[in-house]
């Protein structure tokens, strides 16, 4: 993974420094709220419902096992005992005290990490593919292109204070794991016949109050002039994107408004315009940040029969929470945290340093975190498997749910957040009670639900395949449901099969949806999406609404 160099530890603890001052002086109250707003924004600080809430950057989902400890420390330490991992990749806490969040972030620098541009109207995190450099369908590693961005990005004096957020997701895999398809930017990776790269670009997506998918704009754009073209994308943003109305300011509205053709015009013009003094990507810079994720030192192993002999539970849990590795001997291990009972996402500083201990003895020492809310443990010999689930299982971190509607993405919704109309957590509790059969979720089949306790969609609602939008009415919570929403490769808006739903009732209905899929589907091969795809919503609707 990345080292920082002497510049990156300056800049890192030279803002740390800058904030710690920042925070003194609004304390003291010389700074007003207004004025303390855009600093701690720019660090990661947020104020909830109930306390500050403290985002921390993880770029590109890697945590190396030392960095993991730290973030347990922090759990430990400065809020109550755990962290939540989202779908940007990053970890938040929900409790920090405000005095204290110069400290965190100075225990953060000591282990190469930071909270910079983790909110704001600025570029986020990069964020990527969780089985980047082990998957066997990547064209490349497209870490290095995504550490390239970020350092680009921070700090970059011209997009500081953009018209609202913007992210950037890249994928170099056939299989996009990233959702480049709701990205500001969405980059895909291609290689060509005679072996060069290049990139596929995709703007203009997004969620929350209008969600829309990103269009591609421009194909084979080279790695030299990689940065030049998102520097061109980011000018026509800066330059055109709506500051008066918050709900209209993101690129995708920019798009929307000058229409795909249009808004690709004015950056290869802006492109064109700006080319001989544009920023240039040396083969060299490139070379020297794949150095940091070279290939791992893997033994030589063989493929072994990790099933014979296997119990039932260590069976179940090797099919669905372990995938293939592009190196024989070796799979990807999937750390679930979703355990019914415990808020999807949420991890505790116990649960940080066993993972952290297996990282080191099984995995290179590396933890990765996943879009869904899991991490992911990149690298396990297969004949370690055993001892590794066991350990897994002590921890509460082994529930074999990967991929089934029990793997649900949750926001922390109003339990959490000031912005939220309705809970989440809770929501989920119910789904997970009411649907606790293992051989039955095994049978459905991969089924992803989303769930957001408001219309910013931080659960990613509008592209699960049963997407969950919790609602306020009259001071009630309900919760609108959708289905055949979908972020990888056929990406997909779910859509509204009808009005919302009590909070009492969203399992019950949920469960009349399946009903029509196990009835109507054509072969246990058909998943539930492409049974939707297939039948439209009507038949849902009518279950449901009967």
Request: hydrophobic share 40%; net charge neutral.
């Amino acid at each position: 993974m990345y080292q920082y160099d002497s510049i990156d530890r300056t800049l890192v603890n030279e803002r740390v420094a800058q904030f710690r001052d920042q925070t003194q002086r609004f304390l003291r109250g010389e700074l007003s709220e207004d004025e303390f707003r855009p600093l701690r924004l720019r660090n990661g600080l947020y104020i909830q419902k109930h306390a500050p809430m403290l985002r921390v950057a993880i770029p590109y989902g890697l945590l190396s096992s030392k960095q993991l400890r730290m973030l347990a420390h922090i759990a430990r330490t400065y809020d109550r005992d755990f962290g939540h991992f989202t779908t940007r990749q990053n970890i938040q806490y929900n409790w920090p005290k405000l005095e204290q969040v110069p400290d965190i972030l100075a225990d953060l620098a000591s282990v190469e990490m930071h909270a910079i541009q983790t909110s704001g109207n600025c570029i986020r995190n990069t964020t990527s593919d969780h089985l980047a450099g082990v998957a066997a369908d990547e064209v490349c590693d497209p870490r290095p292109w995504c550490e390239l961005i970020r350092q680009w990005s921070t700090f970059h004096p011209e997009f500081t204070y953009l018209p609202r957020k913007f992210k950037i997701a890249v994928s170099a895999a056939a299989r996009d794991r990233a959702a480049v398809a709701v990205h500001d930017i969405g980059l895909h990776i291609e290689r060509s016949a005679s072996g060069e790269i290049s990139f596929r670009v995709l703007v203009g997506g997004g969620l929350g109050r209008q969600p829309i998918l990103g269009r591609e704009i421009r194909s084979g754009v080279q790695p030299a002039d990689l940065l030049a073209y998102l520097e061109a994308i980011l000018r026509v943003y800066n330059r055109y994107g709506r500051r008066d109305n918050i709900h209209k300011a993101r690129i995708k509205i920019l798009v929307k408004a000058l229409g795909a053709t249009e808004f690709a015009r004015q950056v290869d013009a802006e492109y064109e315009a700006n080319r001989a003094f544009a920023p240039r990507v040396e083969a060299a810079e490139i070379a020297r940040l794949q150095a940091f994720f070279r290939t791992q030192p893997y033994a030589a192993l063989k493929d072994i029969d990790v099933l014979a002999g296997a119990d039932a539970p260590f069976a179940a849990w090797y099919r669905h929470n372990t995938v293939a590795h592009r190196q024989s001997g070796y799979r990807a291990v999937f750390v679930s945290l979703k355990k019914p009972g415990v808020a999807p996402g949420d991890m505790t500083s116990a649960q940080m340093e066993g993972v952290a201990a297996l990282a080191e003895r099984f995995s290179f020492g590396e933890v990765r975190v996943t879009h869904d809310q899991n991490l992911v443990l990149a690298d396990v010999p297969q004949h370690e498997l055993r001892t590794v689930h066991a350990e897994l299982s002590a921890l509460g971190l082994a529930t074999p749910n990967i991929g089934t509607i029990n793997d649900m993405i949750c926001c922390p919704g109003l339990d959490f957040c000031g912005l939220a109309n309705a809970t989440s957590i809770p929501v989920a509790a119910q789904i997970n009670e009411r649907f606790d059969d293992l051989d039955y979720l095994y049978d459905l089949g991969q089924i992803q639900i989303k769930m957001s306790g408001c219309m910013n969609a931080c659960g990613h609602h509008h592209v699960g395949h049963i997407g969950i939008l919790g609602v306020d009415k009259h001071g009630e919570e309900w919760y609108q449901i959708t289905l055949g929403g979908s972020a990888t490769n056929d990406a997909s808006l779910g859509e509204v099969i009808g009005p919302s739903v009590a909070k009492a009732n969203v399992a019950n209905t949920i469960a009349r949806i399946l009903d029509v899929y196990v009835e109507q589907r054509q072969s246990a091969e058909e998943s539930f999406l492409q049974t939707v795809r297939r039948l439209g919503i009507e038949p849902f609707k009518e279950r449901v609404y009967a």
